[in-house]
């Protein structure tokens, strides 16, 4: 009877090591895999701009589709793009990107972005990446805060500050990066001159061949000129030589 008490009470010593280093492991594992999320989350939060400002152009999302999202305060709240909308400016920012701290800052300085668009709303990614009461701190009353990273996914956002001029018909003006709200104005600015120069009837393929056209006759050729072909011109030459 004593030898099988102690041959239960070791085996009982060895399940408790065996339990002891078990539990070890998986503290372990799961530290490791917290510190993983954590830098992943970081990462996403703090997406590097590209060096300098790039101009608000070559867009790569044609459409401007509704944004869903919430408020940093938790309401829900929808952002129409479509035609008869407002032109408006979404500004891409997140609160952890150091780059965009001069724009949070030039936000709640209250700045006059009627020289921007009709309508600026900030995008942000949702609760699971951002802190609502830290948006609330960054950010003022006005403009809108929107959290949703659907939108930075539908927008095709490379990083933050990232910002997209839609033109209020549903498409897109122009989109790229800037580090300051002033270095942003001159981007507008750029894009609303290229959009209407592209518009411009005589910056069409046409009205260039009609000036051209113009612009030969006054000086005397016309169709069948031999200045027009001067293959042809040699050729005659040659042959009347």
């Not at 280093?21 to 954590?38: C, K």
């Not at 101009?55 to 408020?71: C, D, F, K, M, R």
């Not at 009627?114 to 942000?124: C, D, F, G, K, Q």
């Not at 518009?199 to 009609?210: G, I, N």
Request: charged share 20%; aromatic share 4%; glycine share 10%.
């Amino acid at each position: 009877m004593l030898v099988l008490t102690i041959v239960i009470a070791v085996l009982l010593v060895i399940a408790l090591v065996y339990i002891v280093a078990l539990l070890r492991s998986h503290a372990d594992i799961l530290r490791r895999l917290t510190a993983l999320e954590e830098t992943q989350a970081d990462r996403g939060a703090v997406a590097a701009p590209a060096p300098g400002p790039s101009p608000l152009g070559g867009e790569e999302v044609l459409t401007a589709g509704p944004i869903s999202g919430t408020t940093p305060r938790g309401d829900s709240v929808t952002l129409s793009l479509g035609p008869g909308s407002p032109v408006t400016l979404l500004a891409f920012l997140t609160s952890g990107c150091a780059s965009c701290a001069p724009l949070w800052a030039g936000l709640r300085d209250a700045p006059d972005l009627t020289s921007l668009a009709e309508r600026v709303a900030v995008i942000t990614h949702d609760a699971t990446r951002e802190s609502p009461t830290r948006l609330e701190r960054l950010a003022p009353a006005t403009p809108e805060v929107i959290m949703s990273s659907a939108a930075w996914s539908t927008y095709a956002v490379p990083g933050s500050p990232h910002f997209v001029l839609t033109d209020g018909a549903g498409g897109v003006l122009g989109r790229g990066s800037a580090l300051s709200w002033e270095q942003l104005e001159t981007m507008v600015n750029d894009a609303r001159a290229d959009a209407r120069r592209a518009a411009d009837p005589a910056h069409t393929t046409a009205e260039r061949a009609e000036r051209s056209e113009r612009a030969l006759a006054s000086a005397g050729i016309g169709p069948g000129h031999p200045s027009l072909y001067p293959g042809a011109g040699v050729g005659s030459d040659d042959q009347d030589r």
